[in-house]
């Protein structure tokens, strides 16, 4: 009997066929429930299912975003702690001289400044801010009772000058001529040189010789104006080694670049004091002027900042002046207290440096107060350690023993300009023979315009033009008349 290849009966091939199936299902149920570290490839590495491949990439892509983050989070800490670290040091240690030196600075700076002092009470502890005020207030007391006398200077000085220009008298032009002739210079080229006695010859003739028309009427109408802001400036100097920007000899007028590595700014030098005088703003009490518009009203050729102004901490339009001040014999303001100090032109047309909480002088004409005095007397009195060491924008008037006026303007707040301290604007000022000198309000304030235009950079990059001021400076075209 032949056996069958297949099932004998359709149930037999029915039975096959199911069961067939039934081990298909239990091959993928055995499949879902056999742990995945059992499966292997036929190279014996592991396989993972679909899903939990997914989320391993999913954690792969995630964990350097996480990594990231921590790492940012990591310096931000590290920046707080170390700047919570530099504030302790340098608001409550002593142990570091300039660390101690640089807080006094903008404590002081912070507390004579209209809309700062609020930040400095906020940041520094109330008995560190009060021990730099009370600093401030000795150094102030130390200037009190030093005031100009002029009782060095000889009355020979005094007849070299004209009272009235400021230059030679006509004896000693005509010896001074003669004298030329013998060197070969015209008498006009030397009394030129004696009047801007500050100039290095050679340097002045080789520009005269390259550009001719500056002396086309003459050398003592000598004019050249390199002042602006947009301009280089001459190849003059002086014998101090500064750049010469500007030249005005037939008004005594001289511009001069001063600057170092923290600073930059302007000096001018005003060979007739007859023609200074503090100028008011059109409206005082209502609303201030730019330092350009006083000098427009009251026919000036160069004007500098005056007084300071007390509008409160939001309006800043120069109504109300700070301290007093007197204009062609007008007094008007408040005199400050005891320890500040002011500068009077008098009617002999020298400045004096006097006391601000006493009388003005008899012959006083005009005046404004701030501090600290810079000079007085020929004597450096600005102090080293205690008032106005910060670095900032400054402006200071002065005078030579031979009667020239000076201005001196600093710029600050600026990237190529920081500013200076009071010490530094006397150090310049005694390089220039100055015998009187003070600091007047400077910071935002400090302007000087020249001839029709600004010569140095508001600390305020928003008004080119400075502030509106209560008064000015003013170095006028002609000479001022006596107001008696």
């Not at 204009?327 to 500068?343: F, N």
Request: aromatic share 8%; hydrophobic share 35%; charged share 25%.
């Amino acid at each position: 009997m032949k056996k069958k290849l297949f099932g004998g009966s359709s149930k037999g091939r029915f039975a096959a066929n199911m069961a067939d199936i039934s081990l298909s299902d239990e091959e993928e149920q055995e499949e879902q429930a056999v742990p995945i570290h059992l499966f292997s490839s036929q190279n014996g590495k592991h396989l993972r299912p679909k899903s939990e491949k997914r989320k391993q990439s999913e954690k792969t892509e995630n964990s350097p975003k996480r990594t990231t983050r921590l790492k940012i989070a990591a310096v931000i800490l590290a920046v707080v702690l170390i700047l919570e670290a530099a504030y302790c040091v340098v608001i409550f240690t002593d142990l570091i001289p300039p660390l101690s030196k640089l807080r006094g600075a903008y404590i002081e700076t912070a507390m004579t400044t209209m809309r700062h002092q609020w930040l400095a009470k906020g940041l520094i502890p109330g008995d560190i801010v009060q021990e730099v005020i009370r600093r401030m207030e000795e150094a102030k007391a130390e200037q009190v009772g030093v005031n100009s006398g002029w009782e060095d200077v000889t009355q020979s000085t005094e007849e070299l000058r004209s009272p009235s220009s400021g230059f030679s008298k006509e004896a000693a032009a005509s010896i001074l001529g003669r004298l030329a002739q013998d060197l070969g210079m015209s008498s006009g080229e030397n009394a030129f040189f004696e009047t801007f006695y500050e100039l290095d010859e050679e340097s002045t003739r080789a520009y005269a010789e390259a550009h001719p028309e500056v002396i086309k009427d003459g050398w003592n109408h000598f004019l050249v104006n390199e002042a602006g802001l947009e301009d280089r400036g001459t190849e003059i100097y002086t014998k101090q080694g500064d750049q010469v920007l500007a030249i005005d000899a037939a008004n005594g007028l001289m511009v001069i670049r001063i600057s170092a590595s923290s600073y930059r700014g302007v000096l001018v030098l005003g060979k007739d004091p007859s023609r200074l005088k503090c100028a008011p703003a059109a409206q005082p009490g209502v609303i201030g002027q730019k330092v350009g518009e006083i000098a427009q009203a009251n026919q000036g050729l160069v004007a500098m900042s005056g007084s300071g102004f007390d509008d409160g901490p939001n309006v800043a339009e120069g109504a109300l002046i700070s301290g007093g001040a007197m204009s062609g014999g007008r007094p008007y303001g408040t005199h400050y207290p005891r320890g500040y100090k002011r500068v009077e032109l008098h009617r002999d047309n020298r400045l004096y440096i006097m006391d601000a909480h006493e009388q003005f002088g008899e012959n006083c004409t005009d005046a404004t107060e701030w501090t600290p005095a810079l000079i007085v007397d020929g004597v450096d009195v600005s102090g080293q350690d205690n008032l106005y060491t910060a670095l900032n924008p400054r402006t200071c008037i002065g005078q030579t023993k031979d009667e020239t006026i000076m201005f001196l303007g600093i710029e600050g707040r600026k990237v190529d300009s920081i500013g200076c301290n009071a010490q530094e604007c006397a150090k310049i000022l005694a390089r220039y023979n100055g015998y009187q000198a003070m600091n007047v309000d400077g910071g935002t304030s400090s302007m000087i315009w020249y001839e029709g235009e600004y010569i140095m950079r508001c600390a305020n990059s928003d008004l080119p033009e400075g502030r509106r001021l209560p008064n000015a400076w003013v170095y006028c075209a002609d000479p001022v008349e006596d107001p008696a």
